[in-house]
């Protein structure tokens, strides 16, 4: 019921920064609770942060300190601002959405995905 498009990825620098979007449509953004995961090759999904439909925000402890999850339910858009890139950062990120539940680390928590988008951190 709920379409997902990332997109900001692209080629940056060690200690750059770089902000993904994630853009909902065909339902208000209010009701999901939304999540950011990211694949690199060989490597299972991890979970990456995630920010609950009260705005409660949970980070893993590889991105503490250096990423920021927040949403505009206005413009029905999640956010990923990325700071302080590493190349251990690369990867494919996702973009996932939880209908009237809580925001979880699991991927088989959410309902819907976006199609995701490539961040590669350059040494």
């Known amino acids: 019921q709920v379409q997902l498009v990332e997109s900001g990825g692209g080629l940056v620098q060690a200690g750059g920064s770089l902000r993904l979007s994630c853009a909902a449509s065909?339902?208000?953004?209010?009701?999901?609770?939304m999540g950011w995961f990211r694949q690199a090759p060989g490597k299972e999904r991890e979970f990456v942060a995630a920010?609950?439909?009260?705005?409660?925000?949970y980070y893993a402890d590889s991105v503490k300190g250096r990423f920021t999850i927040s949403r505009d339910n206005a413009k029905n858009t999640v956010y990923l601002q990325m700071n302080s890139l590493k190349p251990e950062d690369t990867a494919v990120y996702y973009c996932?959405?939880?209908?009237?539940?809580?925001?979880?680390?699991?991927?088989?928590?959410?309902?819907?995905w976006g199609q995701g988008t490539q961040v590669t951190v350059s040494s």
């Open positions: 996932a959405a939880r209908f009237l539940l809580g925001a979880s680390a699991e991927s088989k928590a959410y309902d819907y």
């Open positions: 920010v609950s439909r009260s705005d409660s925000t």
């Open positions: 065909g339902r208000t953004l209010s009701n999901y609770a």
